[in-house]
C-alpha cells in the first residue's frame, strides 16, 4: 500500500455547531481532502457553508424525528450507530472523539488514528458531577447506563491503534481510564491576524452558558469589583446568569459573527476563564489578538496561558480566588507586549497542526505497515 494511494475515512462524534472539535476536523479534511467525513447526525444548516461541498455521510440515527437537536439524549445508541458503519473500504481512519466515535470497527490491516478530545466526561472523571445536575429522571437511570457504557468505552478505545491527545492533561486521562499511552498534538485555533488596537476598560467572557464553564465565576467577581464585563453567548444557565449580574455586566447574545466576537477579543484589557476545559480554543484565541488571560489553574489553561508573561493562572474555583486575581493583574498587568502574547498562540495555528497531523499520521503508517511486514515474515515455528 502506497502512501499516495491510501484511502482515508474521517470519523466524528457529530457535526451540528462550528465549535472547537468541529474545527479540527475541518483541518483534517484540509490534510486529507478526498477523505469521506462519517459522522453520528449532520445539520447543515448550522455548520458553515464550505461544508455542504464535502463528502459527509451519517448515521442511521440521522433518520430519527430531532435527532440534530436531541442526539445527546440518544447516547445509548450511539455505540451500535458507530459500529454499524461499514469502513472496510479504508487504509487509514482518522477519528475525532470525545464521544463514541472512536468505537468504529476497521479492517485487521488498517490503521486507525483516534484524536482524542476527551474520555467521555460524563462517563468517567465527571460523572458524579453531571449526575449532580442532571434531573431526578436521568439521575435514576444512570447508573445503570454508565456502567455498561464505561465498559463500552473501554472496548472501544482497545480498538485504536493510536491515540493523540489535544493536551498533555488529557493524555494522563487517556492513560488513567484506557490504559493507553499517547502523544500530544495541540488542536487547531484560528490565529487573529488584524492590526492591534488600544484596549478599554473592560473584561470579557465567550462561551456557553452550561454549568462547567463557570461563567458565573467571572459575572458575581466582576459585580463585586464594579468591573464592565462583556459576556457572549447562551444557553441554559443564561436566566440564572442576568440574575446575579450587576449593572456593569453586558450580556450580548450568542449571535455575533466571527469578526465582532474578533474585535471583542482586540478590545478587552484581558480574557476571563474560569472553567476546567479539556484544552481550551477561547484563551488561545484572545492571545492570539493580543489580550492577556486569567485562567483558573487546571486543565489545558495551565499549557496555553504562562503565567505571569501571557496572563495569570488562579488556584481556586471560586470568586474570591477570581477576585485576588483581577486586583494582581491591575496592580502588576502581564510581563509580555501584545505583540509577545500573539506570538505565543502561534503555537497553535491551524497551518501548524496540519502539518504536524499529516506528519504523524504517515509516520503511524509507515509503523503499521512495518509491524505486518515483521509479522509476515516471522517464521512458523516463532508463530508457534
Request: proline share 5%; hydrophobic share 40%.
Amino acid at each position: 500500500m502506497q502512501n499516495s494511494k491510501m484511502k482515508v475515512a474521517i470519523v466524528h462524534d457529530w457535526l451540528v455547531s462550528y465549535a472547537g472539535a468541529d474545527r479540527v476536523v475541518d483541518c483534517m479534511h484540509h490534510v486529507f481532502p478526498d477523505a469521506p467525513i462519517y459522522t453520528l447526525v449532520y445539520d447543515a444548516k448550522r455548520m458553515p457553508s464550505w461544508f455542504r461541498s464535502y463528502d459527509i455521510r451519517t448515521t442511521w440515527v440521522q433518520k430519527l424525528p430531532f435527532a440534530t437537536k436531541l442526539y445527546k439524549k440518544l447516547l445509548p445508541l450511539m455505540p451500535g450507530a458507530f459500529e454499524a458503519l461499514d469502513l472496510s473500504e479504508y487504509d487509514l481512519v482518522l477519528s475525532s472523539s470525545s464521544s463514541c466515535s472512536k468505537g468504529v470497527i476497521t479492517r485487521p490491516d488498517a490503521v486507525h488514528i483516534c484524536y482524542c478530545h476527551t474520555p467521555i466526561r460524563y462517563v468517567w472523571d465527571f460523572y458524579y458531577t453531571y449526575r449532580a445536575n442532571a434531573n431526578p429522571l436521568v439521575r435514576a437511570v444512570m447508573p445503570g447506563q454508565m456502567h455498561k457504557l464505561r465498559q463500552w468505552d473501554k472496548c472501544a478505545a482497545d480498538r485504536v491503534d493510536y491515540f493523540i491527545a489535544n493536551s498533555r492533561y488529557i493524555a494522563q486521562r487517556i492513560k488513567k481510564y484506557y490504559r493507553r499511552d499517547s502523544d500530544v498534538i495541540y488542536p487547531c485555533v484560528h490565529i487573529n491576524e488584524s492590526p492591534f488596537v488600544p484596549k478599554e476598560d473592560f473584561y470579557l467572557v465567550v462561551g456557553r452558558f452550561t454549568w462547567y464553564k463557570r461563567i458565573d465565576l467571572a459575572v458575581a467577581a466582576c459585580t463585586r469589583l464594579g468591573r464592565r464585563l462583556i459576556v457572549i453567548g447562551s444557553g441554559e444557565e443564561e436566566s440564572r446568569l442576568k440574575a446575579i449580574a450587576g449593572p456593569r455586566v453586558e450580556f450580548l447574545g450568542g449571535g455575533l459573527s466571527d469578526e465582532e466576537v474578533r474585535g471583542y477579543y482586540l478590545r478587552a484589557k484581558a480574557f476571563l476563564f474560569p472553567g476546567e476545559e479539556d484544552f481550551g480554543i477561547t484563551p488561545v484565541e484572545a492571545q492570539s489578538a493580543g489580550t492577556p488571560v486569567l485562567a483558573y489553574g487546571r486543565g489545558g489553561a495551565c499549557e496555553t496561558v504562562e503565567d505571569g508573561r501571557t496572563g495569570y493562572l488562579f488556584n481556586a474555583q471560586t470568586v474570591d480566588s477570581l477576585v485576588d486575581c483581577i486586583a494582581r493583574f491591575e496592580a502588576e498587568g502581564v510581563a509580555c507586549t501584545p505583540e509577545q502574547i500573539r506570538a505565543h498562540s502561534l503555537r497553535f495555528s491551524e497551518q501548524r497542526f496540519e502539518r504536524q497531523l499529516r506528519d504523524y499520521c504517515l509516520r503511524r503508517v509507515q509503523d503499521w505497515q512495518a509491524e505486518l511486514r515483521a509479522c509476515a515474515a516471522m517464521p512458523k515455528e516463532e508463530v508457534l
